[in-house]
Structures are given as structure tokens and as C-alpha cells.
Nanobody, 124 residues
Framework: QVQVVESGGGLVQPGGSLRLSCAAS????????MSWYRQVPGKQRDLVGY????????YADDSVKGRFTIHRDNGKNTVYLQMNSLKPEDTAVYYC?????????????????WGQGTQVTVSS
């Protein structure tokens, strides 16, 4: 069993910063990538970016490039989303996904696990 838990959301003024954390725990032998998504009511969940096991980060959303940074601590199975220069349009529920998770060295099956999401509200 694997659990994914996000934290760090909240209310921030435009131009401010927040750092989200996402920790994966449980029966984990390896994780291929960890991703951040965001979703506003009535819209689909969109990929913000992801980071590979080697630490290579990619940002799928052009609107966050230069403002958001994804870091990963493989030893703790934790990923961080540093968000700077926040804008009202960044308001959303942010979700973390642990992708391609193997539970043991003898089990080659891989699964994806999602967290419950954390609310980020950017407003004055």
C-alpha cells in the first residue's frame, strides 16, 4: 500500500510565494516520476510539471515557467513545488502523483498513486 500526501497549500496575496510538499510512503521500491497537477472547478486536471528519478524537471504549463520550480528528495520520496510570483489565475487544487511506483525488488509491476490535493488560493 502506498500513500501520497500533499501539504503546504493556503491563502496568499498576488506576488507572494508558497511551497507545496508531497510525500509518498508505504511499500515503495522505486518511483519513476513525481508530478504536480492542478484543477479548478468545472475544468479538467492539468499537468503543471513533473520531475524524474534523476532529478530532471519538466514544466508542461508555459504560464508557470520561470515562476514555479519542482525539486525532489529521492531519499524521502518527497517532491516540492516552489511557487513564486503567484497570480490569481494560479488558484486551484494542486494534486501530486507518484508515477510508475514499484513496491518491491521482486515485483516489476508499476502503478500510479494520487494524493488528495491541497487548495491554493491567490487573492488580495
Amino acid at each position: 500500500q502506498v500513500q501520497v500526501v500533499e501539504s503546504g497549500g493556503g491563502l496568499v496575496q498576488p506576488g507572494g510565494s508558497l511551497r507545496l510538499s508531497c510525500a509518498a510512503s508505504g511499500s515503495i521500491f522505486g518511483i519513476i516520476s513525481m508530478s504536480w497537477y492542478r484543477q479548478v472547478p468545472g475544468k479538467q486536471r492539468d499537468l503543471v510539471g513533473y520531475i524524474t528519478q534523476a532529478g530532471l524537471a519538466n514544466y508542461a504549463d508555459d504560464s508557470v515557467k520561470g515562476r514555479f520550480t519542482i525539486h525532489r528528495d529521492n531519499g524521502k520520496n518527497t517532491v516540492y513545488l516552489q511557487m513564486n510570483s503567484l497570480k490569481p489565475e494560479d488558484t486551484a487544487v494542486y494534486y501530486c502523483k507518484a508515477g510508475g511506483v514499484r513496491s518491491s525488488s521482486t515485483d516489476y509491476r508499476r502503478y500510479d498513486y494520487w494524493g488528495q490535493g491541497t487548495q491554493v488560493t491567490v487573492s488580495s
